[in-house]
T-cell receptor, first 115, second 112 residues
Framework: EPEVTQTPSHQVTQMGQEVILRCVPISNHLYFYWYRQILGQKVEFLVSFYNNEISEKSEIFDDQFSVERPDGSNFTLKIRSTKLEDSAMYFC?????????????FGPGTRLTVL | GQQVMQIPQYQHVQEGEDFTTYCNSSTTLSNIQWYKQRPGGHPVFLIQLVKSGEVKKQKRLTFQFGEAKKNSSLHITATQTTDVGTYFCAGPRSSNTGKLIFGQGTTLQVKP
């Protein structure tokens, strides 16, 4: 069964450093998402992406964040200058279509620890 | 902004007991989705409800969508240890977006 993959599984970085989290969505999916989950809390939407541009972003997704689809398979989330409060699990998800009637398939997540 | 709330936050049950989690949205939803997250895992889609008053069953799991499409529930009959995890409801911000607003989740512990 196709699945979303994410690398690395765990990233430790110093405050102020840049990190890039990588995702490979399911191959025939067109919509891609990033969510984050601070330990013990709910899943929060960050951004959705379609046709090589951002469809929607949340208030969390400020200028420190960017997304990119550098080739036909990868989808990346970059945090330019990490802060302590960026420590969280980051989930990539994909769906066949962007309308809300399609289930989203989540990757296993990248645990980001900012020291 | 739109809020999705879930209760209870935690539930401990003895294996074989029933379990219910409730989800309420501050706005009418076009549909509601349920996800399960095992400890240390990622959210996994369980089901989507679209119609007002809809009821769907998956083996021991029963999902309901309220008549006003603002609330939903998940009921598990005769829990098993494999049911352990956090159950999230999630509603789209609108019918034209994939953005999901998640509830806080209900964490279910099952004692064997």
């Amino acid at each position: 069964e196709p699945e979303v993959t994410q690398t690395p599984s765990h990233q430790v970085t110093q405050m102020g450093q840049e990190v890039i989290l990588r995702c490979v969505p399911i191959s025939n999916h067109l919509y891609f998402y990033w969510y984050r989950q601070i330990l013990g809390q709910k899943v929060e939407f960050l951004v959705s992406f379609y046709n090589n541009e951002i469809s929607e972003k949340s208030e969390i997704f400020d200028d420190q964040f960017s997304v990119e689809r550098p080739d036909g398979s990868n989808f990346t989330l970059k945090i330019r200058s990490t802060k302590l409060e960026d420590s969280a699990m980051y989930f990539c998800a994909s769906s066949i279509a962007g309308i809300s009637y399609n289930e989203q398939f989540f990757g296993p997540g990248t645990r980001l620890t900012v020291l | 902004g739109q809020q999705v709330m879930q209760i209870p936050q935690y539930q401990h049950v003895q294996e074989g007991e029933d379990f219910t989690t409730y989800c309420n949205s501050s706005t009418t939803l076009s549909n509601i989705q349920w996800y399960k997250q095992r400890p240390g895992g990622h959210p996994v889609f369980l089901i989507q409800l679209v119609k007002s008053g809809e009821v769907k069953k998956q083996k021991r799991l029963t999902f309901q969508f309220g008549e006003a499409k603002k609330n939903s529930s998940l009921h598990i009959t005769a829990t098993q240890t494999t049911d352990v995890g956090t159950y999230f409801c999630a509603g789209p911000r609108s019918s034209n977006t994939g953005k999901l607003i998640f509830g806080q989740g209900t964490t279910l512990q099952v004692k064997p």
